[in-house]
C-alpha cells in the first residue's frame, strides 16, 4: 500500500510540475471571465434595445422581448443564477482539461520508457493506472476547486453589473450545500473519462495516439448529444419519422458516459431541451423515452463499470506486451 501510495504522490508531483496544467487551469479561469464578460455585454445591449429598438446584431427588437430578455439575463447574472451555470463550464471545457492533461500523462510514459523502468522494478501492472488514476482524480478536485474559488468574485461582478448592488440574500445554507454537492458531482463524472485516457494511453503506447483516441472519444459524445437533442425531441412528440433512428441511437447513448454523467450531475432530473424563448418561463423538460433512465444509482453503478472495465484493459494490455524487453 505504501509503495502504490508513493506512486500516487509520484505522479501528483509530476502533474503540479507541469506547464501544461498551469496552462490549462489558466484557460479555464479565462473561460469563466468571459462567461460573465458576455452576459454583461449581452444585457448592456438588450437594455438599449428597450429604448431604440435595435438588437445587439441591429436587428429590430419589441420592447416586450428586449424587456423579457433583459430580466432573464438579470436572473442569470444573479450569484445564484452565475454559480449555477458554473457547472456547465466545469462539465464542457474542464472535461477536455482533464482529458488531455490524462492522455500526456500517461502516453508520455510510454515515449519516454519510464513506463517500462517502473515495471521492470517490479510494480504491478493494475498498480501503474491504478495510480494514475487517483493521481489525475486528485488534481482534477483540486482544480474544480479553483475555479469554485475563483467564480465567487467573478459572480459578485456580474451581479453587480446586472442589480448595481451585491446581494447575497438569495444564499442560504441548504444554497451553498446544493452547489457544492453539484460541484462534487460534476467532479466525480470524470473518472471514466481519465480512466479510459489511461487506457487509450496504454493501448496506442503514446501521447500523440491516446491524445486522439481521447479527444475523439469525447467529440464522439458531443455528436451523439446534438443527434439526441433532435431525436428524443422528435420522439416524445410521437413523430415516426425518425423513430427507426431512434430505436438505433438511444441504446448506445443511454450506456455512454455522458448520459451516466448528466443524470448524476442533476440528480435524477436530466433536461435534454432548455427554453430558446427569451421569457422567464422556466426550464421545459421532455419526458424520456425507454430505454433512458434517471435514476442516480444506476448511473454510479454505470460509471463505476466503465472505469473497472478500462483499469482492467489497461491491466491486460500491459499484461499482453513485452513492456519490460
Known amino acids: 500500500m505504501n509503495r502504490w501510495l508513493g506512486l500516487v504522490a509520484a505522479e501528483l508531483l509530476k502533474i503540479g510540475r507541469r506547464r501544461l496544467t498551469w496552462g490549462l487551469l489558466a484557460v479555464l479561469l479565462l473561460i469563466s471571465i468571459q462567461h460573465g464578460r458576455n452576459l454583461r455585454t449581452e444585457l ?4 438599449q434595445a428597450q429604448t431604440s429598438g435595435v438588437g445587439r446584431f441591429g436587428q429590430g427588437v419589441s420592447p416586450e422581448v428586449a424587456a423579457a430578455t433583459e430580466a432573464n439575463l438579470s ?4 450569484l445564484s443564477g452565475f454559480l449555477n451555470e458554473l457547472w456547465v463550464i466545469t462539465d464542457m471545457w474542464g472535461l477536455f482539461a482533464v482529458i488531455i492533461l490524462a492522455c500526456i500523462q500517461a502516453g508520455e510514459e510510454s515515449d519516454q520508457g519510464t513506463g517500462r523502468t517502473l515495471l521492470i522494478r517490479g510494480v504491478p501492472r493494475l498498480a501503474w493506472p491504478a495510480a494514475k488514476l487517483a493521481a489525475l482524480l486528485a488534481a482534477a478536485g483540486l482544480a474544480w476547486i479553483v475555479l469554485a474559488l475563483a467564480n465567487l468574485p467573478i459572480g459578485l461582478w456580474t451581479q453587480t453589473q446586472a442589480i448595481g448592488h451585491v446581494d447575497l440574500s438569495v444564499f442560504n445554507l441548504q444554497r451553498w450545500t446544493d452547489h457544492a454537492l453539484l460541484l462534487v458531482r460534476s467532479w466525480l463524472t470524470t473518472t471514466p473519462y481519465l480512466a479510459f485516457a489511461i487506457a487509450a494511453a496504454t493501448l496506442a503506447r503514446g501521447a500523440g ?47 455512454s458516459f455522458e448520459w451516466s454523467a448528466e443524470v448524476i450531475q442533476t440528480w435524477g432530473h436530466p433536461s435534454w431541451v432548455q427554453p430558446f424563448s427569451p421569457t422567464a418561463a422556466g426550464e421545459t423538460t421532455l419526458p424520456l423515452p425507454s430505454p433512458f433512465f434517471d435514476s442516480p444509482l444506476l448511473a454510479i453503478l ?24
Open 44 to 47: 448592456l445591449d438588450y437594455r
Open 75 to 78: 436572473r442569470r447574472m444573479s
Open 209 to 255: 495516439p491516446a491524445l486522439a483516441l481521447g479527444l475523439g472519444a469525447r467529440f464522439v459524445e458531443g455528436g451523439s448529444i446534438v443527434v439526441g437533442a433532435v431525436l428524443i425531441g422528435m420522439e416524445s412528440m410521437g413523430s415516426s419519422a425518425t423513430h427507426a433512428l431512434y430505436r438505433v441511437w438511444a441504446p448506445l447513448h443511454v450506456i
Open 302 to 325: 454505470v460509471l463505476l463499470g466503465w472505469t473497472g472495465l478500462w483499469l482492467a484493459w489497461a491491466t491486460s494490455s500491459l499484461q499482453r506486451r513485452d513492456v519490460c524487453a
